[in-house]
């Protein structure tokens, strides 16, 4: 989990979240115990680098975060925040398909422990160190370099390993499957890395080399696929999402052979996890795990709206006449309890209050309570950390009315029905 860390609101990061959705009934006027028993979307990201993100910072303060080199803005991180998941992150840099399934890692157990009967999503991104990928091509670069104490590459062994490579993904989505039957399971391909042609600076490998590391990337890319296929996963194709943003490209979603201080040679940087989490929640979105939608009034014709479109921290959350405009189209999660996203921010209480006539606003999202909601029972929209719904303040007609919270009350006022 994130902690410690502070929104400029004053609000406490805690990277425990949940996300919108139907939770039970909650009767007449809700409680803080009745919110208390809404849990999240459950999420349990696993895999090697790709998914942990080495060199991106902060370092998260989960078990073995630090020796897996484990990032609070690795694209699972992001995605949990974003839709308000509750994440369980064991990806580890370094890890192969055998650190998943049976081979403790830097003392930790195998990641497919972290997958319950509980387990709604997990995305997966693994098998690139079964083939060597990064190491060679660390390998090439510190050869070419003038390094003393380089690796070598054994491209028999490479081309070998390769033979069983799509067998040993299907056993993990396999396993995924027999630990969480009701899970949705994502297998998320390898960023990309090389141009489709030619080289750079920053990328000092010769013609030979780089044609051999494509080739190793075009083959991980068709192991992966054929896994998916062949065990009932969905396919998150980051790398051609990527194709365009490769280590010598102006705008690169991985860093390249001589990286800045901190950062890791040749593995996704802060922009390309971001992007591959939105790569992934269109995925969710597309086998119906997130959805969009307007919150309707029980005042005819008004919606939950952000004022003038903007995108600000700060801005208003209102009333305001329903118009199918992207200000009212909010995103989230059917099935649990959580975050309304929209304009890529979230729904959030001003400064975490919990007092009745709090104001509403949008906000960075960031997974606290102030940002946590249930549809409750009259299509209400509660608050679990406050036990408060989602008000129209007076139940004011008038266009531009700022939303707050208040105590429940099964008035029109707190009426909000998503509406796709």
């Not at 979307?41 to 975060?65: C, K, N, R």
């Not at 992966?224 to 280590?247: M, Q, Y």
């Amino acid at each position: 989990m994130l902690h410690g860390a502070r929104s400029p609101g004053g609000r406490r990061l805690l990277y425990a979240v949940v996300t919108l959705a139907v939770a039970g009934a909650v009767a007449g006027v809700s409680s803080v115990a009745d919110a208390a028993v809404v849990t999240g979307l459950h999420y349990v990201a696993i895999g090697s680098s790709f998914a942990a993100g080495p060199g991106i910072s902060p370092v998260q303060s989960s078990t073995g975060a630090a020796a897996c080199a484990r990032s609070s803005n690795n694209y699972a991180s992001v995605v949990a925040r974003d839709l308000g998941a509750d994440l369980t992150d064991v990806s580890c840099s370094g890890a192969t398909t055998a650190n998943v399934l049976t081979t403790s890692q830097n003392g930790l157990p195998p990641q497919i422990q972290a997958v319950t009967s509980a387990t709604d999503v997990v995305t997966i991104t693994v098998g690139g160190n079964d083939v060597d990928y990064l190491g060679s091509m660390g390998a090439y670069t510190c050869q070419n370099d003038g390094g003393s104490t380089c690796a070598s590459v054994d491209r028999a062994a490479i081309d070998k390993a390769f033979a069983d490579e799509p067998a040993r993904l299907q056993n993990v989505v396999n396993a995924v499957h027999s630990a969480a039957p009701q899970a949705q399971v994502y297998l998320v391909n390898y960023f990309t890395i090389l141009p489709d042609s030619g080289t750079c600076s920053g990328v000092p490998l010769t013609a030979d080399q780089v044609a051999y590391e494509r080739s190793i990337a075009t083959r991980l890319a068709a192991a992966t696929a054929t896994a998916a296929s062949a065990a009932g996963a969905t396919l998150v194709d980051v790398a051609a999402a990527s194709h365009g943003h490769d280590a010598c490209a102006a705008d690169p979603w991985v860093e390249n052979g001589h990286p800045p201080t901190g950062r890791t040679q040749y593995h996704p940087n802060a922009t390309g996890m971001r992007n591959a989490a939105q790569v992934i929640e269109a995925a969710l979105a597309a086998r119906g795990q997130v959805r969009a939608a307007e919150f309707r009034s029980g005042i005819a014709g008004k919606c939950v709206d952000v004022a003038g479109a903007g995108t600000a921290d700060g801005t208003p959350v209102q009333l305001y006449t329903c118009n199918g405009t992207v200000a009212q189209r909010w995103t989230f999660t059917p099935g649990a309890g959580g975050s309304l996203r929209v304009l890529g921010k979230c729904l959030d209480i001003s400064n975490g209050g919990t007092a009745n006539s709090t104001r509403v606003q949008l906000w960075t999202c960031n997974g606290t309570g102030a940002q946590r909601w249930t549809l409750g029972a009259g299509s209400s929209l509660v608050n679990p950390q406050s036990g408060r719904c989602l008000d129209d303040p007076g139940g004011s007609t008038s266009d531009g009315n700022q939303l707050q919270i208040f105590d429940c009350n099964a008035t029109v006022a707190q009426q909000w029905t998503p509406t796709t």
